[in-house]
């Protein structure tokens, strides 16, 4: 039984790892802009058909990879520039709705340039490899995961505390009008927060696609969408909040996948959602709440 608890609470670390970098990818846009980013999961998509291509192209994995992860935050960037600049003074509604625009539409790009089928990842074997711990049967991949999470956030926090672009966008997220005032050029920091959003959205595409080893025009589709509970969650705006919305999602889905009756298995889903809800009941600006000044 307790071989079977550890076993899932890796399972549950390293879903909500996942989940927690895309949360962070939301949320670093969020405080800037007051924008929720759905093409977030587009971005994710996109990891996933440049692995393919770059297979394709005789390339090992660990070139691939890098390469994905700055394909996308080049995207995301390009992205920034073309979709959401034009209307970053608009209302909320107006971003929002440009958000599922782009997502929509890139999702439809995905469909018609490429495929509506699945196509396989090439993976390394080092990935999907089980090793024997204790007599538990840990995947590889999820150990990677766990670790890969863990190094990202770090050197994220890292990032935001000793950079000059990192202290920049944490200034921007607490008020932006003053640090505009402070001589920062606000494209800049909105660059930096679109690009680090797409970084982060191509490795946990990545640790994502380890555990399925498939990409399709959808594939971004459901972990945005978690992503952006755990962000609310946590506490609009707030990286921390994200991190903390994004480890706790991942733990409920995997404990009463794990340990729900047969019979309440069907349920799984709404239960899930039905914790989530009672949590923003006690705690309406999420566990860690956080103030936002949207740029105009």
């Known amino acids: 039984m307790t071989g079977y608890f550890l076993e899932q609470t890796g399972n549950a670390l390293s879903l909500?790892?996942?989940?927690?970098?895309?949360?962070?990818?939301?949320?670093?846009?969020?405080?800037?802009?007051?924008?929720?980013?759905?093409?977030?999961g587009a971005l994710m998509t996109l990891t996933g058909y440049v692995l393919v291509a770059a297979a394709a192209y005789g390339l090992p994995f660990l070139v691939a990879a890098?390469?994905?992860?700055l394909v996308v935050m080049a995207s995301a960037?390009?992205?920034?520039?073309?979709?959401?600049?034009?209307?970053?003074?608009?209302?909320?509604?107006?971003?929002?709705?440009?958000?599922?625009?782009?997502?929509?539409?890139?999702?439809?790009?995905?469909?018609?340039?490429?495929?509506?089928r699945p196509q396989i990842v090439p993976l390394p074997a080092m990935l999907t490899a089980t090793l024997d711990v204790a007599g538990i049967a840990i995947g590889v991949n999820r150990i990677i995961s766990v670790v890969v999470a863990v190094v990202v956030l770090i050197a994220l926090n890292q990032f935001l505390k000793r950079t000059t672009i990192g202290?920049?966008?944490?200034?921007?997220?607490?008020d932006f009008d003053v640090t505009r005032l402070m001589g920062i050029r606000a494209n800049r920091v909105i660059a930096a927060?679109?690009?680090?959003?797409?970084?982060?959205?191509?490795?946990?595409?990545?640790l994502w696609m380890a555990q399925r080893s498939s990409?399709?025009?959808?594939?971004?589709?459901?972990?945005?969408?978690?992503?952006?509970?755990?962000?609310?969650?946590?506490?609009?705006?707030?990286?921390?909040?994200?991190?903390?919305?994004?480890?706790?999602?991942?733990?409920?889905?995997?404990?009463?996948?794990?340990?729900?009756?047969?019979?309440?298995?069907?349920?799984?889903?709404a239960l899930t959602l039905g914790i989530v809800i009672l949590v923003l009941v006690a705690r309406p600006q999420g566990l860690v709440g956080a103030r936002r000044e949207a740029v105009r």
């Open 193 to 206: 927060a679109f690009a680090l959003s797409g970084l982060l959205a191509g490795i946990a595409a990545i």
């Open 167 to 174: 202290l920049a966008m944490r200034a921007a997220a607490e």
């Open 16 to 40: 909500g790892g996942i989940y927690a970098l895309l949360a962070l990818g939301l949320a670093v846009v969020y405080s800037i802009l007051g924008l929720i980013n759905f093409a977030h």
């Open 66 to 69: 890098p390469l994905a992860i």
């Open 77 to 116: 960037v390009l992205l920034e520039r073309i979709a959401f600049r034009p209307v970053r003074g608009a209302s909320g509604a107006t971003m929002l709705l440009t958000s599922f625009a782009v997502a929509v539409l890139l999702q439809l790009a995905f469909q018609l340039f490429i495929s509506t």
């Open 215 to 269: 990409v399709d025009p959808l594939m971004g589709l459901v972990p945005v969408l978690k992503a952006f509970i755990a962000t609310t969650l946590g506490g609009l705006g707030s990286l921390q909040g994200a991190v903390l919305g994004g480890l706790l999602l991942g733990a409920i889905e995997i404990y009463l996948a794990s340990y729900l009756p047969d019979a309440m298995l069907p349920y799984h889903g």
